[in-house]
């Protein structure tokens, strides 16, 4: 294919999708107007299935498939940046030495540490009933255990980040998102429907049927992409040498 045939079919496509972005723009309602028919929409079903948080029942029930398509997106990256960072023929493995850690930093850094990571575990055991949820909570959580690493050193930060388990506890929340998405299609329903479990009382933890799961799965894999993601780019700038001889 040559390059001028390239551009025109770039050129095509280019303007299919500015004609769509504008028909979609000029159908929206006014800004500023009464009118929000999704927004209305949302809430709506938020309220009937016990959903406190109606961002929460968008991205877990209203839209859920499409969470999974963002969950598998952030799997899919974590796996590249592993394959582009793993140990190359020419580099090898040397200990860590250890750092001298300020007094203050190391003080700060443990006493905020298990306050973080509680931090994230409550957002995301909330998230179907206040701002949060498993994204953000499972960044907090992953980025909250790092902490080890500025207030001690890099070996203290490997013996609690077991990079085995994480990977595994990543691939089984995954997969964990997906079988419950199967189980609504074995009872008769439709991929991730909200219809297998009681919606339970309105604003407490027990609420929202499926949200509370899925939420939770999306959690912990979150929070295990970045701790996976962010040791490989650690290892790389603590413990992979390159070989001097070659």
Not at 19 to 31: D, I, N, T, Y
Not at 40 to 57: E, F, G, K, P
Not at 81 to 105: F, I, N, S, T, Y
Not at 140 to 163: F, K, M, N, Q
Request: charged letters at 15%.
């Amino acid at each position: 294919m040559s390059r001028r045939l390239r551009l025109w079919l770039l050129a095509v496509g280019g303007a299919g999708v500015a004609a769509l972005l504008v028909a979609a723009g000029l159908g929206l309602p006014a800004f500023g107007g009464p009118s929000h028919p999704y927004g209305d929409r949302a809430v709506r079903a938020s309220l009937a299935r016990h959903t406190a948080n109606t961002l929460a029942s968008v991205n877990f029930d209203q839209r859920a498939y499409d969470t999974l398509g963002e969950m598998s997106i952030l799997f899919a990256a974590v796996l590249g940046c592993l394959v582009l960072l793993r140990q190359g023929r020419d580099e090898h493995r040397a200990a860590p030495e250890p750092a001298e850690v300020a007094r203050p930093v190391r003080r700060y850094a443990l006493i905020v540490l298990p306050v973080a990571v509680v931090t994230g575990i409550y957002v995301v055991a909330h998230g179907q009933l206040s701002p949060g949820g498993g994204f953000q909570g499972g960044v907090v959580a992953a980025t909250a255990l790092h902490l080890l690493y500025l207030g001690a050193d890099y070996r203290a930060l490997e013996r609690v980040r077991p990079i085995g388990l994480f990977e595994a506890t990543d691939a089984l929340a995954v997969c964990a998102y997906l079988v419950l998405g199967l189980a609504g299609v074995l009872a008769g329903t439709a991929f991730l429907a909200n219809t297998l479990l009681p919606y339970g009382t309105f604003n407490t933890l027990a609420s929202g049927g499926m949200v509370p799961l899925l939420n939770a799965a999306v959690g912990v894999e979150v929070a295990c992409a970045v701790v996976v993601l962010l040791a490989g780019f650690l290892d790389q700038a603590v413990e992979i040498e390159k070989d001097r001889e070659r």
